[in-house]
T-cell receptor, first 114, second 108 residues
Framework: GAGVSQSPSNKVTEKGKDVELRCDPISGHTALYWYRQSLGQGLEFLIYFQGNSAPDKSGLPSDRFSAERTGGSVSTLTIQRTQQEDSAVYLC????????????FGPGTRLTVT | GQQVMQIPQYQHVQEGEDFTTYCNSSTTLSNIQWYKQRPGGHPVFLIQLVKSGEVKKQKRLTFQFGEAKKNSSLHITATQTTDVGTYFCAGNNNDMRFGAGTRLTVKP
């Protein structure tokens, strides 16, 4: 596609349920990032993938969070047993070379845990 | 690990006034990027600085990279209401890490 896409755009879930957020990066981009942004706050790094290398998971806040990237393209961020503090906008970004080129951000998924 | 600090957190200016946001890293950076996020939008890339002491301009925006490659600034001359948003720096030292951002509001 022309840009990074994310789905769903909005997700409302009950506390304790699992959710999956999807990111489709720009075709050919080898690096993919996930960030979390709470209302009015900065970007909290979660995880990034670079090609076939092991992902950098250092930003994941707890073991309820996990992500995978299949075939070096689409990525899924999974949050298990959601909590109210997980409510935020989850942004995905891709770039053609990690750290060296600009990151293109998707529109984000707004997650609300009730 | 690498930390990127950005100040101020908020800045409110009268239209026509200047605005500056500062970014400082705990480690030497290979490059630094700046992004702008409009209210309700997602971050959009503005520029990348690579060289020590580098200065780049985009119309009313001036970006600087410090001589030690540990700090950077973004200066906007004569702000306009279209400048409203949050400006983020992102420092790269093997890993790319974003600053907390500076939220700019402009009063017409």
């Amino acid at each position: 596609g022309a840009g990074v896409s994310q789905s769903p755009s909005n997700k409302v879930t009950e506390k304790g349920k699992d959710v999956e957020l999807r990111c489709d990066p720009i075709s050919g981009h080898t690096a993919l990032y996930w960030y979390r942004q709470s209302l009015g706050q900065g970007l909290e790094f979660l995880i990034y993938f670079q090609g076939n290398s092991a992902p950098d998971k250092s930003g994941l806040p707890s073991d309820r969070f996990s992500a995978e990237r299949t075939g070096g393209s689409v990525s899924t961020l999974t949050i298990q047993r959601t909590q109210q503090e997980d409510s935020a906008v989850y942004l995905c970004a891709s770039s053609s070379w990690t750290g060296g080129y600009e990151q293109y951000f998707g529109p984000g998924t707004r997650l609300t845990v009730t | 690990g690498q930390q990127v600090m950005q100040i101020p957190q908020y800045q409110h200016v009268q239209e026509g006034e200047d605005f500056t946001t500062y970014c400082n890293s705990s480690t030497t950076l290979s490059n630094i990027q700046w992004y702008k996020q409009r209210p309700g939008g997602h971050p959009v890339f503005l520029i990348q600085l690579v060289k020590s002491g580098e200065v780049k301009k985009q119309k009313r925006l001036t970006f600087q990279f410090g001589e030690a490659k540990k700090n950077s600034s973004l200066h906007i001359t004569a702000t306009q209401t279209t400048d409203v948003g949050t400006y983020f720096c992102a420092g790269n030292n093997n890993d790319m890490r974003f600053g907390a951002g500076t939220r700019l509001t402009v009063k017409p």
